[in-house]
């Protein structure tokens, strides 16, 4: 996620996130899934971005039909589960449990200009271990060979969470 080696119109997405935190639609978010984990490892080839978020409306829709009819009036599209802007889809996922944290605790960054969060190498190693999907435990991989990590503090989310580390 590097700035100069983005194709992607991440500027845009960054701005429509911070956009859903002013008009009140969301408390909060941060970039999570491939696109976090590219924060702090080799880039690699993802299908879309993930931007989970903690919904202002605390109902059984998290907000999401808010959300929707916010960034279509913007002019961003709807293609099944993702919202597409400049043709690059993007997943708003309602954050709760371990992803919950992963916003609150997500640090600082700016990207081209604009500021953001996203989520820590710890969070992305405990939530792929939650999912265990096989491109997940190869991100495990990769984040614990690349990526700068606080051992402690990722041991520490995996005790909070019931979490273990999968054998790689």
Request: glycine share 8%; proline share 5%; no cysteine.
């Amino acid at each position: 996620m590097k700035e100069s080696d983005s194709p992607l119109p991440l500027a845009d997405v960054l701005r429509a996130a911070n956009g859903l935190v002013r008009a009140g639609l969301i408390q909060d978010y941060a970039i999570g899934g491939a696109l976090a984990a590219i924060h702090y490892v080799e880039p690699f080839a993802t299908y879309d971005a993930d931007i989970f978020f903690i919904p202002a409306d605390t109902g059984l829709t998290a907000g999401i039909p808010a959300i929707y009819a916010h960034l279509k009036s913007l002019g961003w599209q709807v293609d099944g589960e993702h919202l597409v802007v400049k043709g690059f889809p993007v997943q708003f996922l309602a954050a709760q449990g371990l992803t919950e944290e992963a916003v609150r605790e997500a640090p600082n960054i700016t990207f081209e200009g604009v500021p953001a969060k996203v989520f820590r190498a710890e969070h992305i190693v405990a939530i792929a271990a939650s999912v265990g999907r096989k491109k997940d435990l190869a991100r495990i991989e990769q984040m614990l060979q690349q990526a700068e990590m606080d051992q402690t503090r990722l041991q520490e989310i995996l005790e909070r969470h019931k979490l273990k580390l999968p054998k790689l």
